[in-house]
Nanobody, 118 residues
Framework: QVQLVESGGGLVQAGGSLRLSCAAS????????MGWYRQAPGKQRELVAT???????NYADSVKGRFTISRDNAKNTVYLQMNSLKPEDTAVYYC????????????WGQGTQVTVSS
């Protein structure tokens, strides 16, 4: 069973930075794409950023220019560097991994809380 373990969340003031990590229990080369999603209280889970096995990235408009997704294949880890944080970035951040085959298989981490104070 694939495990994704997030870390790096916490409380930070507006304008500050955090780096989230997502460590996978197996080689991240085995996933076609990995990404970060977030869910704020009372809201639906939304895409933050994704990165493919080939290194292509995609960002939500709300985080473009502030967040950077990256991967370290040797460490089987995906990162989300978050700069210039805003109170509206407050949410639980989840790591996701997808495999595409006859059907798409999706794995989720347990989430890590990010709280940005004003």
């Amino acid at each position: 069973q694939v495990q994704l373990v997030e870390s790096g969340g916490g409380l930070v003031q507006a304008g500050g930075s955090l780096r989230l990590s997502c460590a996978a229990s197996e080689s991240i080369f085995s996933f076609n794409a990995m990404g970060w999603y977030r869910q704020a209280p009372g809201k639906q889970r939304e895409l933050v950023a994704t990165i493919t096995s080939g290194g292509s990235t995609n960002y939500a408009d709300s985080v473009k220019g502030r967040f950077t997704i990256s991967r370290d294949n040797a460490k089987n880890t995906v990162y989300l560097q978050m700069n210039s944080l805003k109170p509206e970035d407050t949410a639980v951040y989840y790591c996701r991994a997808d495999r595409y085959g006859l059907a798409r298989i999706t794995y989720w981490g347990q989430g890590t809380q990010v709280t940005v104070s004003s």
